[in-house]
C-alpha cells in the first residue's frame, strides 16, 4: 500500500493529521514532527483499528 499523509484544518481551527499505508506506530513516528509543528502538544491521540492490525490505514487525531 502507498503511504500518504492528509493534514485537515476545520472551520474552527480543529486538526486531523491522517496517515495511510504505515504499520503499527509506524504512523505516529511519520506524524510526530508535523504534530509537533502544526499543534506543540496534541490532547488527544485516535488510532482506529487498523492501527492495532498492522498492514491497514491508521488515523491519529490531534486537537488542540
Not at 484544518?9 to 495511510?20: L, S
Not at 514532527?33 to 490531534?62: C, W
Amino acid at each position: 500500500m502507498k503511504r500518504g499523509i492528509s493534514i485537515i484544518i476545520d472551520n474552527d481551527g480543529q486538526t486531523t493529521i491522517e496517515a495511510k499505508g504505515y504499520k503499527g506506530a509506524g504512523c505516529t513516528t511519520a506524524t510526530a514532527p508535523l504534530s509537533k509543528a502544526l499543534i506543540g502538544t496534541p490532547t488527544s491521540h485516535v488510532k482506529l483499528p487498523a492501527y492495532y492490525q498492522g498492514d491497514h490505514a491508521a488515523q491519529v487525531r490531534e486537537t488542540e
